[in-house]
C-alpha cells in the first residue's frame, strides 16, 4: 500500500520519462492536483542538487526532478484546463 505523497512522488518521476500529457490521461484529478502542487512548490531556480527524495536514492531524486521540470512545463501550457495547477 502507499501513502498519497508516495503515489505523487512516483507520478512525478514518472513525467521524467514519459510525456505529462499521455500521463494526464490516465489519472483521476485527486493525483493531478497533487503533482500540480507537488512540481509548482519547486523553485525556479532549484536545480537537481536541491531535491531530497525520503528514503530514496540519489538517482531517484534526479529523476524526481526532471520529472517536476516536464511536468511544470506541462501544467504551464494547460492552467486554463487544470484548476489545480493555478498559482
Known amino acids: ?3 498519497f ?3 505523487i512522488t512516483a507520478i512525478v518521476v ?5 510525456e505529462p500529457g499521455v500521463l494526464t490521461q490516465e ?3 485527486q493525483f493531478l ?5 507537488s512540481v ?3 523553485p525556479a531556480n532549484a536545480t537537481a542538487d ?3 527524495v525520503f528514503k530514496s536514492s540519489r538517482s531517484h531524486a534526479e529523476a524526481w526532478f526532471n520529472g517536476a521540470l ?3 512545463r506541462y501544467i504551464g501550457g494547460h492552467r486554463s484546463d487544470h484548476p489545480g495547477a493555478s498559482p
Do not use: Q
Open 5 to 7: 505523497p508516495e503515489v
Open 50 to 52: 536541491d531535491v531530497f
Open 40 to 42: 509548482l512548490a519547486l
Open 70 to 72: 516536464n511536468w511544470k
Open 14 to 18: 514518472e513525467g521524467a520519462s514519459r
Open 27 to 29: 489519472l483521476p484529478t
Open 33 to 37: 492536483d497533487g503533482v500540480a502542487e
Open 1 to 3: 500500500m502507499y501513502t
